[in-house]
């Protein structure tokens, strides 16, 4: 037992060196305990003797027992990483410097992971070239990493593409156009493409087959172009594809793939469907890129204007001819606002006894500098324009006014008016028809055949059920054309039905004609429905439609279509005949 006062008799270096001893074996334990917590592996490789020591952490990354002095790094590597990897060591190697590298390693029960390696190079005691390095998993880093960039990448490919079709979108064709507006000297080529009709296929089948239309034509497109060349889907049914470094033989194979591609029919349930395209052609200098997108807008109306289902290339004459016809469209807008629209009617007669018991309505524009002009001139315009339903409001209110001025001369005539499709589908028809003094009985909208697809929408229906609550009848114009059928007729039970001209225009010399019109007629009457033909020259025409059972005839024979100045000088000297006839009886 030591006394208070005796000196310990260690001495004051081997105190130190022991102190020393404990610190450093301190050190070391929280050195290994901070090794183990962070997942890293230590590891020294003699060069000169080809060996090397891990310590246990680095033996649990790899998964193996190895042995002190064992060599077995590479045969852990993976295979499509062991090239490369040694490569590295082998450079550090030769030029003495630290090593750093990232590889993927094959542990034993097959699990691929990613290895992170730092080492630093020195001459061990011995004289021999080593390297101490460190070791430690980054599979989750990696992974994390790798899920980012996949992550990034769809977020970029949403923005720069279209999420129907899978092509690009506006922007990025926007900006595919642009980079090409930067080289010089390049001939670009640009296909302008619109699918046909394409709102009434979103009426007709629903949105759902409007989309496989959509995603049709992008395939199309896709098939049609090569590596260099742009497809995009600019909106809607509206789509492009731009060709680089373009050549005539070029342009013209895309356009043969993508037109003889549209000629086969797509399945829709158990019917089939036609998809159509109207394609605009215009190319350019790659400078000359903005001139570009508006001569392919131009030849795409062009397409259109010209019966839609074709491609059209742009030229000076195509940009005159369509100068026209917009300045044509100006003025067609100044002439409804300025009352230049007027209707002229055709007189229909009753077939036993000629006399007039109705007129058609006929819009006809007195143009100031091109005299008056027919339907066939404007409606087509009109209909391109979006002034359809404009016109048909005009034509209405003029009617009706014409109506309530020569009341006595029109009282018992029938007044019929057309009704376009966009004025049928129109949502606010009803509210447009209570704001008219309509006469019950007295007037009738007459619709075109080709309105009426075998089915009607629950919107149209709900339109039409309004024109009859509001006392106007309901005609089919040109029945026989090859649209409308028969359920058609009994879910619309329309009043009367007028025979199509080009059905009673042969009926002189074809006896099939003839017999054609006369079950025509046969159905109306089992259904109730007066017939009116139309198209009828001569009275030779008149007497065989009468004998077929006609109701009412229309055509050159009784008159062409007049003002309401005419008609009324007309109505007036059949009443002064009337008269005469009565006082002679």
């Known amino acids: 037992m030591r006394h208070l006062g005796e000196r310990n008799s260690e001495s004051p270096l081997s105190y130190k060196r ?101 080492a630093r190079y020195f001459v061990d005691a011995a004289g021999d070239p080593c390297f101490v390095g460190a070791e430690w998993d980054v599979t989750d880093d990696v992974l994390l990493n790798k899920e980012l960039e996949r992550s990034r990448a769809e977020a970029r490919l949403a923005a720069d593409h279209d999420h129907l079709t899978g092509l690009l979108n506006r922007r990025s064709f926007d ?142 004459e195509v940009a005159s001819t369509l100068a026209s016809e917009r300045q044509l469209a100006q003025d067609l807008r100044s002439g409804l606002a300025l009352g230049q629209i007027r209707p002229f009617y055709q007189v229909q007669v009753d077939a036993k006894s000629f006399r007039v018991n109705g007129v058609e309505a006929l819009a006809r524009w007195h143009h100031p500098t091109r005299g008056i002009l027919a339907p066939a001139d404007f409606l087509s315009l009109a209909s391109y324009n979006g002034l359809v339903a404009e016109l048909d409001d005009v034509i209405l209110t003029a009617v009706l006014a014409d109506m309530k001025s020569s009341a006595s001369l029109l009282d018992g005539i029938r007044v019929s008016v057309n009704l376009s499709a966009d004025r049928l589908d129109d949502p606010e028809l009803v509210t447009k028809l209570g704001s008219y003094d309509i006469p019950p009985g007295r007037l009738s909208f007459e619709l075109i055949e080709t309105i009426f697809l075998d089915s009607l929408s629950d919107h149209v229906r709900q339109n039409i059920q309004a024109i009859k609550s509001f006392g106007i009848d309901i005609e089919i114009d040109d029945l026989g054309s090859g649209h409308a059928s028969l359920l058609g007729l009994l879910e619309l039970r329309p009043d009367r039905v007028k025979i199509d001209r080009q059905l009673v225009m042969p009926i002189l010399q074809s006896v099939p004609s003839r017999r054609l019109v006369s079950s025509l007629v046969d159905i109306a009457r089992a259904l109730d429905m007066e017939v009116i033909a139309e198209g009828v020259e001569t009275i030779d025409h008149a007497k065989v439609l009468a004998d077929l059972g006609v109701h009412t005839l229309q055509g050159y024979a009784f008159g062409r279509p007049q003002s309401l100045a005419d008609l009324t000088v007309r109505l007036e000297r059949e009443a002064l005949d009337a008269r005469q006839v009565n006082r002679a009886g």
Not at 31 to 59: F, P, V
Not at 259 to 281: A, F, R, Y
Request: aromatic share 6%; charged share 25%; glycine share 6%.
């Open 175 to 316: 900006f595919a156009l642009s980079e090409l507006a930067r080289q010089e000297s390049d001939k670009v080529t640009l296909l302008h493409i619109d699918v046909d009709h394409f709102k009434e296929i979103n009426d007709r089948f629903g949105h759902a087959v409007g989309d496989l239309v959509l995603r049709h034509v992008s395939k199309i497109l896709l098939e049609a172009i090569s590596a260099g060349d742009v497809a995009a889907r600019l909106g809607g049914d509206e789509f492009a594809v731009l060709i680089p470094k373009d050549e005539c033989d070029k342009t013209n194979a895309v356009l043969d793939h993508i037109q003889t591609s549209l000629e086969k029919p797509i399945p829709v349930g158990d019917q089939t469907l036609m998809v159509c395209c109207s394609i605009g052609v215009a190319s350019a200098m790659s400078a000359d890129l903005a001139r570009l997108l508006s001569q392919s807008d131009l030849a795409l109306y062009h397409a259109k204007r010209n019966g839609r289902n074709r491609a059209e290339i742009f030229s000076d």
């Open 18 to 118: 022991s102190r020393t001893n404990v610190e450093l074996e301190n050190l070391l334990r929280q050195l290994g305990l901070a090794l183990e917590a962070s997942g890293i592996g230590i590891w020294q490789h003699n060069i000169a003797k080809n060996q090397t020591r891990w310590d246990e952490q680095l033996k649990a990354i790899y998964g193996v027992p190895k042995a002190p002095l064992d060599v077995i790094w590479l045969d852990s590597i993976h295979p499509d990483d062991l090239a490369p990897t040694n490569a590295i060591f082998l450079r550090a190697i030769e030029t003495k410097s630290d090593y750093a590298s990232e590889f993927r390693i094959i542990r034993p029960d097959g699990a691929i992971r990613y290895l992170r390696s730092r």
